[in-house]
């Protein structure tokens, strides 16, 4: 990146912040946790935030079209409902077609993630899929998929081996 | 190793199935939800609340995208003998910026995600996480030049 867009960045960083109001902030800090199992949910929460249950909801339904909120839902233990391996699996794409085969990645419904990182010394992989499988074989068999579909076939299917930790953002 | 999987009722499929999309914004979600699945709200909390404690729901909240909520966040590789590997594990989960944090068998083995009020609060805790870790013997900032997909949904 250059001095520029590094600056320019920083600038949309804070000016991201600054539209954000301190009660957006709290609330979307609230939100990230979990949310209360009781009848009108909502109330519950807008009692702690010292705003109103019809105000709150309207401030949802506002972050879900402007995106800022992907979604409201349950985050389940994927081993438990029987997705007992995940891989991140690591493409070596020329970078001129990274984003076509991105695009066509994300098409896959067992990846759950897909971005673009940089390639580094050492290290020739730009693409990097979250793929869940059953077995560790359902996971290698869809990376086979998508070379198959995309044509490049140089990557490396990392399983975790041990999960230290996942959790919720603490905004 | 693993224990044995846990069998799941029909009702506690469509549950978690329902469960994975937006929870609707309405004043009584739960009765929205126990409609569209035709059982009765108390039952749908109570399946819920024992789906929680089992440890199959983690938690129900709010996923927002961090950079649009004045946020950054980054992928983070690290190299550590498989011998301290525990140990910093632990060490970096401290800090609340660490969201994901996963052993994967490769040269590179240590695999965390960051999100953080900057890019630089991040650098900081990297400088930090390297100070304070000398059995590190590489670490790699890869935030994300573009997203293609994220939307974890599984069908049980």
Not at chain 1, 34 to 62: C, H, M, N, W, Y
Not at chain 2, 21 to 30: A, G, L, N, S, T
Not at chain 2, 31 to 57: F, P, Q, T
Not at chain 2, 115 to 136: F, G, Y
Request: glycine share 4%; hydrophobic share 40%.
């Amino acid at each position: 990146m250059t001095a520029l867009a590094v600056i320019a960045s920083e600038v949309r960083e804070a000016v991201s912040k600054e539209t954000m109001n301190n009660i957006d902030k709290k609330i979307i800090s609230l939100l990230a946790q979990d949310i209360p199992l009781v009848e009108r949910p909502f109330e519950a929460l807008a009692s702690k935030l010292g705003t109103q249950e019809a105000e709150l909801i309207k401030k949802l339904k506002a972050y879900k079209k402007s995106g800022q909120m992907r979604k409201l839902a349950a985050v389940s233990n994927h081993r438990k409902i029987g997705f007992k391996y995940n891989a991140m699996v690591v493409w070596n794409i020329p970078e001129d077609k990274s984003e076509k085969t991105g695009e066509i990645m994300a098409t896959f419904n067992g990846v759950s993630h897909c971005y673009q990182r940089s390639k580094f010394q050492g290290w020739k992989y730009n693409l990097y899929t979250m793929i869940h499988g059953k077995t560790k074989k359902e996971c290698f068999d869809l990376a086979a998929k998508i070379a198959k579909k995309t044509g490049f076939e140089d990557n490396m299917v990392l399983f975790s081996s041990k999960e230290y930790k996942k959790t919720g953002v603490k905004y | 190793m693993v224990k044995k999987q846990r069998s799941l009722s029909a009702i506690d499929k469509k549950i978690i199935n329902r469960l994975q999309r937006d929870i609707p914004f309405v004043k009584k979600p739960w009765s929205a939800i126990a409609r569209e699945l035709e059982i009765d709200e108390a039952r749908l909390l109570k399946r819920i609340g024992l789906l929680k404690k089992i440890g199959v729901i983690r938690r129900i909240s709010a996923t927002f995208n961090p950079q649009k909520v004045g946020f950054t966040s980054t992928l983070v590789a690290a190299k550590v003998a498989s011998r301290d590997i525990d140990k910093v594990a632990k060490r970096i989960n401290a800090y609340e910026e660490i969201t994901h944090n996963y052993k994967r068998d490769s040269e590179y083995n240590l695999w965390f995600t960051l999100v953080a009020r900057s890019k630089n609060r991040i650098s900081q805790v990297l400088r930090e996480i390297k100070r304070d870790n000398k059995e590190i013997k590489k670490l790699v900032n890869l935030p994300a030049k573009r997203l293609f997909k994220i939307g974890v949904k599984f069908k049980v």
